[in-house]
């Protein structure tokens, strides 16, 4: 009993040595404190921030979608509205431009200047350079070989055939006896090349500009119901390449419609 109180005696010093565990002071505290709430509310922020961000992609998501349907909607429907419409004008002017030249490439152009020139035309050459299947180039002594083409160029332009002289009179008399006269010649030569009896190709009469109405022109098939079908003319080169052109697809027309 004795020993046991002695031993008790002799732990108390060394009880009492062991400094008692720290308090913490009231800044500290509140420090702790306030890291603390920091902490929970970064957790609940980033929760937010995970759940808004879910929202926010399932949004944008969505209106994306929305978007891509509407902006495919709209390319679709200005497709429809504006582009097809111009392609296919477009694809339809290449048709008939390539047609034409299809019909061009296989047109025959007979080119007769009823006296002989002192060179071959201007326009002759012109011609040649459009891309005819063949442009022959004849006169009275040197007549074509075989039959005549799709088209018949009659030049009066490139020789003084029809320069007469009354035409330029100042006396109203003496110029309509001038042109009664440019008016058979005109007949005359037409005549001549039907007689050959060659073909009935469309005729392409060309005459010099400023020459006024030639009435032998205007009454061609009256003149000659059963040989010349169609017919045209001409009074300058650009002219003329039209009006042989659009007699070449007319001429292609008429052995569509006749076959």
């Not at 995970?50 to 902006?71: H, Y």
């Not at 088209?151 to 002289?165: E, K, M, S, T």
Request: proline letters at 8%; aromatic letters at 8%; glycine letters at 6%.
């Amino acid at each position: 009993m004795i020993w046991s109180a002695l031993f008790d005696l002799a732990l108390l010093p060394l009880a009492q040595a062991q400094p008692p565990p720290p308090i913490p002071s009231p800044e500290v505290e509140l420090l702790k404190n306030q890291l603390e709430f920091i902490l929970q509310l970064n957790t609940v922020f980033l929760g937010f921030l995970a759940i808004l961000g879910g929202l926010l992609t399932w949004f944008f998501k969505s209106n994306l979608d929305d978007a891509k349907e509407m902006a495919t909607r709209m390319v679709r429907q200005e497709l429809s509205d504006h582009i097809e419409p111009l392609i296919k004008a477009e694809t339809n002017n290449l048709q008939r431009t390539l047609r034409t030249e299809q019909i061009i490439s296989n047109t025959v152009v007979d080119y007769y200047v009823p006296a002989t020139p002192t060179s071959d035309p201007l326009e002759y050459h012109l011609l040649k350079g459009r891309g005819f299947l063949n442009v022959r180039l004849w006169q009275p002594d040197r007549p074509p070989n075989g039959r005549f083409g799709s088209v018949l160029v009659i030049d009066f332009v490139n020789c003084d055939l029809l320069a007469l002289p009354e035409i330029a009179s100042p006396d109203d008399n003496v110029r309509k006896v001038g042109y009664t006269k440019r008016d058979r010649l005109v007949n005359e030569t037409i005549q001549r090349l039907i007689e050959l009896r060659i073909g009935r190709p469309i005729l392409v009469v060309y005459v010099r500009p400023g020459m006024g109405r030639i009435g032998a022109i205007d009454q061609l098939t009256t003149h000659f119901p059963e040989d010349v079908k169609y017919y045209s003319s001409a009074n300058t080169p650009v002219a003329l390449m039209g009006s042989v052109v659009d007699s070449a697809y007319v001429a292609h027309g008429d052995r569509q419609f006749a076959g």
